[in-house]
């Protein structure tokens, strides 16, 4: 199985890298982790168009080849204003059902202070309907980002109550996902093989 990380800061090397990379070094059960930190690519505002993510210099093709063959996703936001970054908006509308549907994701939400709820019940709310990616009914909510999930400096050192809890329920949460993982990739071949008449009508939920 393959697992796909997108950290969608808008600044370089963010506390959502920090927390991309922890994913990614505690995630287990997967033959390839790939984590895209979505600044450092190229990626066209999308006007609603296919042919605008094919813009000059557009790294969409191969970070969506990474989707295609994902079977599962974590995407990770900072909470700007009580919103998602406008650039993981962005990402979330280029994709297609067709490369997307049926994919178990983490939402994770990362936040400087005590908040970080609202890009949660943004993105449940309206952030998953045509790619129909499949929210995992545990999400991840991290807050005072900056205390926690640092790099220790040996395996003595001592964590915060609140580090040692966070690490705990991550772990949680993978596990949970690559439970889904496993579920939905039989479910997504039983749909292959028996698709629904016509079904091709409705690449777009109501």
């Not at 168009?49 to 994902?70: C, F, P, T, V, Y």
């Not at 640092?150 to 991550?170: E, V």
Request: glycine share 4%; charged share 20%.
């Amino acid at each position: 199985m393959n697992l796909v990380i997108i950290s969608a800061s808008q600044r370089k090397q963010s506390q959502s890298v920090k927390v991309a990379q922890y994913l990614s070094e505690v995630s287990t059960g997967y033959e390839q982790i790939m984590h895209f930190e979505l600044c450092q690519y190229q990626l066209p505002l999308w006007d609603g168009e296919q042919q605008s993510k094919l813009a000059k210099r557009s790294d969409w093709l191969m970070i969506n080849g990474h989707l295609k063959e994902a079977d599962a996703v974590i995407v990770i936001t900072p909470e700007w204003s009580g919103m998602a970054s406008p650039l993981l908006k962005n990402f979330l509308m280029m994709c297609s059902s067709q490369d997307t549907a049926h994919k178990p994701v983490l939402l994770v939400a990362i936040s400087s202070g005590i908040s970080g709820v609202y890009p949660i019940a943004e993105l449940r709310m309206n952030a998953l309907k045509n790619n129909k990616l499949v929210a995992i009914p545990d999400h991840l909510i991290i807050r005072n980002v900056e205390e926690i999930l640092n790099y220790q400096k040996d395996s003595t050192s001592l964590l915060s109550k609140a580090d040692d809890q966070m690490r705990h329920r991550i772990g949680y949460s993978l596990h949970t996902l690559s439970k889904y993982s496993k579920a939905l990739k039989t479910m997504r071949a039983a749909l292959l093989i028996q698709p629904y008449e016509n079904e091709e009508q409705y690449s777009y939920a109501m």
